[in-house]
């Protein structure tokens, strides 16, 4: 798979299930201003919440109907039923919108990726193309907790000196964090090893 950002502004999502994966989706995708039609006979207690905070965000409770697939641009099957989500995921290629399957990740379109806000410009990704999202939760945990300082001061000072830096100070500066996070990682190593 080919990792790339959207501009998920005004596009419209359909989300079938009401469960953790379903929130957890609905809530990233109305973060980055997309529409979502969620529907499900039951669901969380975060939907709930999420549907007084989203306007975008329209729920229907009720099963799925094949009706609902119409002018969607990208559809989440997140059922606990891996038949339905098939059969959700067979009736969106057939129409080819592009779509998640929760239950089988070999039968996506797309998967999510875990990421991070470094700031208002930049967001590091992390992802496993779908074969592995607790993986990829990981690396963006152990990400955060041990290089993101590191990494948003080093685009800090890329960013104040761009205009005046020459083509080998970049190389120099990202060296210099090179050494700084690897002695950060051997001093961790050898403190574990002396507890």
Known sequence: MLNVNLNLTSTMWLIVGGGSVATRRAQKILQEDGRVKLVSPDISKGLAKLE???KELEIIKRNFRATDIKNQDFIL???NNIDLNKKIVTIAKSKKILVSNASDKNDNNFSFTSSIDLNKKVKINFSTGGSN????????TLFEKNLKNEIL?????LDKEKS????KTGDRLINEMEYTINSKLNTRK?????L
Do not use: E, V
Request: aromatic residues 10%; contains cysteine; hydrophobic residues 30%.
């Open 190 to 194: 050898s403190t574990k090893g002396n």
């Open 153 to 157: 001061n080093l685009y800090k000072i």
């Open 133 to 140: 999202p607790s993986f990829s939760k990981l690396l963006r």
């Open 77 to 79: 099957a997140c059922t």
């Open 52 to 54: 007084i905070k989203y």
């Open 164 to 167: 005046s830096l020459k083509p």
